[in-house]
């Protein structure tokens, strides 16, 4: 049974910065890219990053370039999100989601190419 646990939203002022983890099991983790999507009330699920199973290429949505990293550690099936300067419309929850070998921004930026999703962290960032 493939379950991926996202952990590490909170509240944090206008600024601030949070770092998400995605733990996975279940799968083979070395073999899927994983990626961060959130979804605000009444908005569509929006790409935020994404990284390749061997952490050779990362992608990121232009709305948080600079600002956000993503990284991996396939040793401990984990996955993360640091999120610095963070603004109001970061305000979500943020879903990681996991896809074999996926590559190509077209691809990883797209929610039916992964085939698993966690229950989801809740971002709220204050002005």
């Known amino acids: 049974q493939v379950q991926l646990v996202e952990s590490g939203g909170g509240l944090v002022q206008a600024g601030g910065s949070l770092r998400l983890s995605c733990a996975a099991s279940?799968?083979?983790?070395?073999?899927?890219?994983m990626g961060w999507f959130r979804q605000a009330p009444g908005k569509e699920r929006e790409f935020v990053a994404a990284?390749?199973?061997?952490?050779?290429?990362?992608y990121y949505a232009d709305s948080v370039k600079g600002r956000f990293s993503i990284s991996r550690d396939n040793a401990k099936n984990t996955a993360y999100l640091q999120m610095n300067t963070l603004e109001p419309e970061d305000t979500a929850v943020y879903y990681c989601?996991?896809?074999?070998?996926?590559?190509?921004?077209?691809?990883?930026?797209?929610?039916?190419?992964?085939?698993?999703w966690g229950q989801g962290t809740q971002v709220t960032v204050s002005s």
């Open positions: 990284i390749t199973w061997n952490g050779g290429s990362t």
């Open positions: 279940g799968l083979t983790f070395s073999s899927s890219t």
């Open positions: 989601g996991a896809g074999r070998k996926l590559i190509g921004r077209a691809i990883v930026g797209g929610t039916s190419w992964y085939d698993y």
